[in-house]
């Protein structure tokens, strides 16, 4: 697949990055669609909202990428509509979800402060808007409703 801007800000293949070498990490037509009908404008929302680079770490998940992660079966990574990612010249992941949680402007269905990155999703029908705190135990991550720390 030749890469491409999709947006003013991203290119498809920022979508399709993985940290997994070697698993197939292509989407089909229907996530290739949410990429960039849904994903990619409210990423460039959050881009402009924050008005500094977005740097994405994982957006879209083929099945194979998202169990070597570990990721749940149901998660919208896999339909191509969430995204972790920092945006290090903003300010923290906590910093980056206050400014996104103030603003009316960013539609999202999800957003997650995981500490170390900031996990968000869109969809094409109406939002959530569910606002969570990843909490990594050695028993496993559990999530609490809201912004904390
Ligand atoms: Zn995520």
Known sequence: MSDERITPSFYLSEFLITQQRGLDNMPKAVQLANIRNVLAPGMQA???LLG???LISSGYRSPAVNKAVGGTSRSQHCQGLAADFTAPHFGSPLEICRKILDSTAIRFDQLIHEGSWVHISFVASEPRRQVLTAHFLP???VYSPGLSR
């Open 52 to 54: 500094a680079p977005v």
């Open 46 to 48: 959050v881009r402009e």
């Open 139 to 141: 028993t496993g991550v």
